[in-house]
Nanobody, 122 residues
Framework: VQLQACGGGLVRPGGSLRLSCAASGRTFNGYDMAWFRQAPGKEREFVAAIRWNIGYTRYSDSVKDRFTISRDSAKSTVYLQMGTLKPEDTAVYYC????????????????WGRGTLVTVSS
């Protein structure tokens, strides 16, 4: 399994950014695709996940109503549309995949891509 994330950058507070994660190496039916993030000095935390075949989504409370996770099956790509960004959203964002229903703990996820840095600052 290979996951390749991109789309990070510098954005002002209140702005928007879209991250992409291209997935390959297997079929993903029965799997969840997720985004996690890790701020400096903090533990990696769950952001959002989507069930590949049915599109069921779940979010952390800190991003719910501001971020949207989606997928394009034809492109084998998962997206994280981030809106109303805050300085506390600054982190390295990672995409991950594992069996459907995997817990929100980052230690439970087996497959990871390299992170992409998002910096929210004026």
């Amino acid at each position: 399994v290979q996951l390749q994330a991109c789309g990070g950058g510098l954005v002002r507070p209140g702005g928007s950014l879209r991250l992409s994660c291209a997935a390959s190496g297997r079929t993903f039916n029965g799997y969840d695709m997720a985004w996690f993030r890790q701020a400096p000095g903090k533990e990696r935390e769950f952001v959002a996940a989507i069930r590949w075949n049915i599109g069921y989504t779940r979010y952390s409370d800190s991003v719910k109503d501001r971020f949207t996770i989606s997928r394009d099956s034809a492109k084998s790509t998962v997206y994280l549309q981030m809106g109303t960004l805050k300085p506390e959203d600054t982190a390295v964002y990672y995409c991950a995949t594992d069996r459907a229903g995997t817990s929100r703990s980052w230690t439970a996820w087996d497959y990871w891509g390299r992170g992409t840095l998002v910096t929210v600052s004026s």
